[in-house]
């Protein structure tokens, strides 16, 4: 994910995957979600804080206030679907520069194929 804007995009879709497959009516029933962590501020000795999280707030129960916010918020149905394509086609979310550097720094293609047949020599 290129930006910090993509990252909590994503962490609502992760957030509410078990509510939208019908596990649960609420993230808050999901047992094994971190909403519980970082949303309603229950301490779980498996998760670490991530750096973009307490960067929403430095007060603990302000920080828990904006998670639940961000998770409460509608997800717009066609970044949902935005997610779940890059997902599934395991495609870097982000910019044509940002593809670029990934497939860079991995060695391996990370966003759509070129189309038609490659040029024979």
Same mark, same amino acid.
């Given at each position: 994910?290129?930006?910090?804007?993509?990252?909590?995009?994503?962490?609502?879709?992760?957030?509410?995957?078990?509510?939208?497959?019908?596990?649960?009516?609420?993230?808050?029933?999901?047992?094994? $979600? $971190?909403?519980? %962590?970082?949303?309603?501020?229950?301490?779980?000795?498996?998760?670490?804080?991530?750096?973009?999280?307490? %960067?929403?707030? %430095?007060?603990?129960?302000?920080?828990? *206030?904006?998670?639940?916010?961000?998770?409460?918020?509608?997800?717009?149905?066609?970044?949902? *679907?935005?997610?779940?394509?890059?997902?599934?086609?395991?495609?870097?979310?982000?910019?044509?520069?940002?593809?670029?550097?990934?497939?860079?720094?991995? *060695?391996?293609?990370?966003?759509? %194929?070129?189309?038609?047949? $490659?040029?024979?020599?």
């Amino acid at each position: 994910m290129e930006t910090v804007g993509y990252l909590l995009r994503c962490c609502r879709y992760i957030g509410l995957n078990p509510e939208r497959a019908g596990f649960v009516v609420t993230p808050c029933e999901y047992r094994w $979600s $971190s909403y519980h %962590a970082n949303a309603l501020g229950r301490r779980d000795p498996l998760l670490t804080p991530h750096p973009v999280y307490l %960067a929403l707030d %430095a007060d603990a129960e302000r920080r828990a *206030q904006a998670h639940r916010g961000l998770v409460e918020a509608t997800l717009d149905p066609e970044e949902l *679907q935005l997610i779940r394509l890059q997902l599934q086609r395991q495609h870097a979310l982000g910019t044509d520069r940002f593809r670029i550097m990934i497939e860079d720094q991995l *060695q391996r293609r990370a966003g759509p %194929a070129k189309i038609g047949r $490659s040029c024979k020599v």
